[in-house]
């Protein structure tokens, strides 16, 4: 390269050294700053930050158009992404197969291909649907209630549009976010079928699924998860402008880390409903109805147990501290709760049952969720080993209180350890016991005078909100379905088993 004088080659030089010293601060720009605990998912490109302060003296001297960009917009992190692809992976594998063998083995031989059926067909439903319009209600800013249809057939998401984390200038593909949550929804449809499993028609379980999951499930997860993101906080007056978009519960600060509320809770609730609407099978109580295969039950538990890792710790919706901690937190209290149920049914029955581990395992699964990037492993220990014992009573004693057949005690243990967790998370997550507290994004650090009281009150405050809005919309669209399809099948068909009457299939050849 040649120069026509001596000016020009220090021009050179100088732009040479900015754009090495930019090169250089570039890894430390890209690092993850720590994970910041938040109530959950967030939604929407979050505003640029800031780039870093420019440029040494020698690039100073060079001329304004040969400087380097004054801002750039941040950028997802591979580790991250491929994180939240991962987690996705394995909410997947929760639902199929993992809740599908998980009730398949509960149920009698005879309807084994019919909850397998259910399962997969109404995941399949509600994620398509969250595609067409889900995602757009429930994670766009339109009433502390309910987002709005603007990103309607996923409107305006390509491959570069970034959706926020919970660290300021951390972000993450949209799209990837879009398909992790689709997944969530998927499943907690998927759960309620086992509450009134063995005598629903098909087509009864599709049409309630579409109608819960637009009236129930989307208000709720608007509701509990939806704000601005946390680049969006800079002083106290953008604090406020967020919390009046944000969803209704979050504005309220509830905790709920991965779907104590949005998932169990409302899933359970509705299961309830739906056992009560729906009756009891025929020979409730007097004839037997055991699980046909227990080992299938174990299978589908053990993949649930895997797949929750990427429910609990992919939440964190980055590849941080936080999500090790919720690893951590989910494997403890599953742990935890496997032992307290085993041990306590051991005590109350003489035996333990390969029933009450599994059954253990998944109430300690549920109970952690809202907590697990809140509360340290000492808090996870105390839920786990409760919840044990409280959805073994939820199960036994208060399932027979309530007179329904929820044939596969979704509320005793999806509902009852859910309303344990959420309430629990407000305790545990005081770091005076070893939890995250609420981090303050005005300040950029964990807020002082954590307040057990106050926030147990808040965490209350989102139990009760979600258990009325999910009883009442459940009520409404069991009858709507009642109305015009039915709800149940035919004496003779429960009686010879859904396999064959529904799906002219049998599980088993004899």
Request: hydrophobic share 55%.
């Amino acid at each position: 390269m040649r120069f026509k004088g001596e000016r020009e080659m220090k021009r050179f030089l100088s732009i040479l050294c900015a754009t090495l010293a930019i090169g250089l601060a570039a890894p430390v720009m890209a690092e993850d700053p720590p994970a910041a605990p938040a109530a959950v998912a967030a939604d929407a490109a979050p505003a640029a930050v800031a780039a870093p302060e420019a440029a040494p003296a020698a690039a100073e001297a060079a001329p304004a158009a040969d400087a380097a960009p004054a801002a750039a917009a941040p950028t997802p992190n591979k580790g991250d992404t491929t994180w939240m692809m991962v987690s996705t992976l394995l909410v997947l594998m929760m639902a199929v197969p993992g809740l599908a063998l998980f009730y398949g083995g509960l149920v009698r031989s005879k309807n084994m291909l019919s909850i397998l059926m259910q399962v997969m067909t109404v995941f399949s439903v509600i994620v398509v649907l969250w595609f067409i319009y889900g995602y757009s209600l429930a994670f766009t800013a339109g009433n502390p209630f309910i987002g709005t249809l603007d990103k309607l057939f996923l409107k305006g998401i390509t491959a570069d549009s970034v959706a926020a984390t919970f660290s300021k200038g951390v972000v993450i593909p949209e799209l990837v976010f879009v398909v992790f949550q689709s997944t969530f929804a998927g499943i907690t449809a998927a759960l309620i079928i086992g509450a009134f499993a063995e005598r629903v028609k098909f087509s009864a379980v599709v049409l309630f699924s579409v109608l819960w999951f637009t009236f129930s499930y989307l208000p709720v997860a608007h509701m509990v998860w939806y704000w601005d993101g946390p680049d969006a906080i800079t002083n106290a007056d953008t604090l406020a402008t967020v919390t009046a978009n944000a969803g209704f519960l979050w504005a309220k600060g509830a905790l709920d880390f991965a779907g104590g509320t949005v998932v169990h809770i409302n899933a359970g609730v509705a299961g309830l409903v739906g056992a009560y609407m729906v009756g009891k099978r025929i020979g409730y109580g007097r004839e037997s109805m055991a699980p046909h295969s227990l080992v299938m039950t174990m299978v589908g538990a053990s993949l649930l147990w895997v797949g929750w890792f990427g429910f609990n710790a992919g939440s964190n919706l980055e590849a941080t501290g936080t999500a090790v901690m919720a690893f951590a937190t989910t494997l403890l209290a599953t742990a935890a709760a496997t032992c307290s149920w085993l041990f306590g049914e051991w005590i109350m029955k003489g035996k333990p049952s390969m029933l009450g581990a599994a059954s253990g395992a998944v109430a300690g699964l549920v109970a952690i969720t809202p907590a697990c990037g809140f509360v340290g492993p000492m808090g996870a220990l105390v839920i786990g080993l409760l919840v044990g014992i409280v959805c073994l009573w939820g199960v036994n004693g208060l399932k027979h209180m309530l007179g329904a057949d929820d044939a596969l005690d979704v509320f005793g243990v999806h509902g009852v350890g859910g309303i344990l967790g959420a309430i629990l998370t407000g305790v545990f997550a005081s770091p005076s016991l070893g939890g995250s507290g609420i981090y303050d994004y005005v300040a950029n650090k964990v807020g002082e005078n954590y307040d057990i009281m106050g926030q147990v009150i808040i965490q209350a405050t989102a139990v009760g909100t979600t258990v009325i809005w999910t009883a009442v919309v459940s009520f409404i669209s069991f009858k709507l379905v009642d109305i015009f399809i039915g709800l149940r099948v035919p004496e003779d068909e429960e009686r010879e088993g859904l396999d064959i009457t529904s799906h002219g299939e049998t599980a088993y050849r004899v």
